[in-house]
């Protein structure tokens, strides 16, 4: 029993070492990791980096949002610029392919009538299926579009849907908690890269 615990004492141990080797070889990811409040962590896994505050009692005003509050990039290596240009230019191709199916699917008028939810609305059956095409290729094109990363650091890409939402002190109690939210925000946009 004492030979099992030792055995994953030690593949801890070094997974920890292995993640925290990742983000001293990185000045970016190590820059963040010296200006995070105390109660703050950066952690590298699974593709994934999470910046997080292991003080639940700062999580949030209800009991449904309480639990520690981190924000967290899905990670690969680091794009090229050339890389980047030739995606997001791929994905602008996209763009202008979806914009054109209302011509393609002659949805001009149908478009005008939709609901303020944007569910268009046929008026007879052979509006219904040039509307049933149209989200079905919409659909497929929109399953194309590549995610772009958000920040650089110097060895990694980073990606995120979350990162800029509004932050609001006022979702966090107490106060202070809030306010320690936005200057790891603001401590994330300063140590990383933009990805351009």
Known sequence: MKL?????????????SAQDKLIKEDSC?????MVLPANWQ???????????????TKAGKNEAKRGPVSFMFRYEPKWTAEKYRQ????NEQLGFAIAELENKYNLKEVMKRST???????SNEEENKRII???????QLQ???????????ENYSLFDTFFNERISSEYYYPQAAGNEMINVHASIRGALLPAN
């Open 133 to 139: 095409a149209y989200n079905q290729e919409k659909s």
């Open 143 to 153: 399953k194309q579009v590549v995610a772009l990363p958000v920040f650089n650091s």
């Open 29 to 33: 990811l190590r820059k963040l990791s």
């Open 116 to 122: 303020s939810s944007g569910i268009l609305v046929g």
């Open 42 to 56: 950066i952690s590298m896994a699974d593709n994934w980096i999470v910046i997080q505050n292991h003080d639940t």
């Open 4 to 16: 099992i615990t030792l055995t994953l004492f030690l593949l801890a141990a070094l997974g920890l």
């Open 87 to 90: 995606i997001k230019s791929y």
